[in-house]
């Protein structure tokens, strides 16, 4: 595609339930990283894809978050149990060509 | 490991001046540079990067920075700022082919 693409844009979950958030990378990015902002907390990054391998998962903050990627291409976060400190904007990027960032998935966790 | 450090976490200026958003960056090794500006409610935007050669990059919208490898710098700057650049600029630093690490973000308010 164009640009990557995330979805959904806004998730409202309720707390301990299992949430998945997608992105779509642009066409031919090897390289995938998901990040985390919210407030006080800033940009965290999360976990980093070249291929369909994580050779960085040092950003994951609990074993509630995992990650995975297929085929070189779409890559899915998941949040189980979820936590309302799980509250944030998920963003995604691709690279190489200078990370080009999505345009986030706002979790809400009541 | 790199780190980032934006010194400054609010930036007030009026429309038409000039305006310089400071970031420095510690590392051990060579690294890539990064601005990106996010507007309200939207995703981050990449303004401008260095990754080698020239020590002047310049970006979108008329900002430009500068990398300054002794002083570990690598400074935004805009001559004449528009109330449309109300945002908050991200300077961020990455190992090659690595993670990015992001400073706190500094707001740019720009007044009338």
């Known amino acids: 595609g164009a640009g990557v693409s995330q979805s959904p844009s806004n998730k409202v979950t309720e707390k301990g339930k299992d949430v998945e958030l997608r992105c779509d990378p642009i066409s031919g990015h090897t390289a995938l990283y998901w990040y985390r902002q919210s407030l006080g907390q800033g940009l965290e990054f999360l976990i980093y894809f070249q291929g369909n391998s994580a050779p960085d998962k040092s950003g994951l903050p609990s074993d509630r978050f995992s990650a995975e990627r297929t085929g070189g291409s779409v890559s899915t976060l998941t949040i189980q149990r979820t936590q309302q400190e799980d509250s944030a904007v998920y963003l995604c990027a691709s690279s190489p060509g200078g990370y080009t960032f999505g345009s986030g998935t706002r979790l809400t966790v009541v | 490991a790199q780190s980032v450090t934006q010194l400054d976490s609010q930036v007030p200026v009026f429309e038409e001046a000039p305006v310089e958003l400071r970031c420095n960056y510690s590392?051990?090794?060579?690294?890539?540079l990064f601005w990106y500006v996010q507007y309200p409610n939207q995703g981050l935007q990449l303004l401008l990067k260095y990754l080698s050669g020239s020590t002047l990059v310049k970006g979108i919208n008329g900002f430009e920075a500068e990398f300054n490898k002794s002083q570990t710098s690598f400074h935004l700057r805009k001559p004449s700022v528009h109330i449309s650049d109300t945002a908050e600029y991200f300077c961020?630093?990455?190992?090659?082919?690595?993670?990015?690490?992001f400073g706190a973000g500094t707001i740019l308010r720009v007044k009338s």
């Open positions: 590392s051990s090794v060579s690294v890539y």
């Open positions: 961020a630093v990455s190992k090659r082919g690595n993670k990015l690490v």
